[in-house]
């Protein structure tokens, strides 16, 4: 799959051998000069593409693929038994409204960085999700100095809820 926004051009390879799907490569490339994926990048695709085969033959004949798959959640973090999920989603979808914000200003880091008054190392974890360094308070606080605005609103839980919940909404996450 391709895909072209801005100055950079994504490009992932992709196999689905049934019910598993491989992701063998992805990079993103700034450069202008042509979009052909180069020779080296190829064969590293085309070596991976092996092995995922062999992989996948080896484990469709093992007792593991008779593991049920079930349907997850809503919340991701819960799924896989993080602590404290629900901090973890609201921190992501913050992080996602910081993303789509610069993306929409057409920053670039650097400029974001400036305009948000950290370096730039910290806007890239933000921007690839690595948000362990991060409370939810500082990434709000991040949000204004970007020039969005942040309600935060309290109410009660429904009744068929054990506790209530921690939700970021806003016309980003729609």
Same mark, same amino acid.
């Given at each position: 799959?391709?895909? @072209?926004?801005?100055? $950079?051009?994504? $490009?992932? !390879? $992709? #196999? %689905?051998? /049934?019910?598993? #799907? !491989?992701v063998l490569h992805a990079f993103q490339k700034k450069s202008k000069r042509g979009i052909a994926t180069p020779q080296t990048e190829m064969e590293l695709v085309g070596s991976r593409l092996r092995r995922a085969a062999e992989d996948y033959k080896r484990w469709s004949e093992?007792?593991?693929a008779k593991i049920r798959v079930s349907a997850g959640g809503d919340n991701v973090f819960a799924d896989i038994g993080l602590p404290e999920p629900e901090e973890e989603l609201a921190k992501a979808q913050l992080a996602s409204c910081i993303r789509q914000t610069i993306r929409r200003q057409r920053l670039t880091q650097v400029a /974001?960085?400036?305009?948000?008054?950290?370096?730039?190392?910290? #806007?890239? /974890?933000? *921007?690839?999700?690595? *948000? /362990?360094? @991060?409370?939810?308070?500082? =990434?709000? %606080? *991040? =949000?204004? $100095? =970007?020039?969005?605005?942040i309600e935060i609103r309290v109410k009660p839980k429904p009744r068929n809820q054990q506790h209530g919940q921690i939700r970021v909404t806003g016309e980003m996450l729609a």
């Amino acid at each position: 799959m391709d895909d @072209f926004d801005g100055d $950079t051009f994504r $490009t992932v !390879y $992709t #196999v %689905r051998f /049934a019910e598993i #799907v !491989y992701v063998l490569h992805a990079f993103q490339k700034k450069s202008k000069r042509g979009i052909a994926t180069p020779q080296t990048e190829m064969e590293l695709v085309g070596s991976r593409l092996r092995r995922a085969a062999e992989d996948y033959k080896r484990w469709s004949e093992s007792e593991k693929a008779k593991i049920r798959v079930s349907a997850g959640g809503d919340n991701v973090f819960a799924d896989i038994g993080l602590p404290e999920p629900e901090e973890e989603l609201a921190k992501a979808q913050l992080a996602s409204c910081i993303r789509q914000t610069i993306r929409r200003q057409r920053l670039t880091q650097v400029a /974001a960085a400036s305009r948000m008054g950290i370096d730039q190392p910290k #806007v890239s /974890a933000i *921007l690839n999700g690595r *948000l /362990a360094n @991060f409370s939810s308070h500082r =990434l709000m %606080r *991040l =949000l204004t $100095t =970007l020039g969005q605005d942040i309600e935060i609103r309290v109410k009660p839980k429904p009744r068929n809820q054990q506790h209530g919940q921690i939700r970021v909404t806003g016309e980003m996450l729609a």
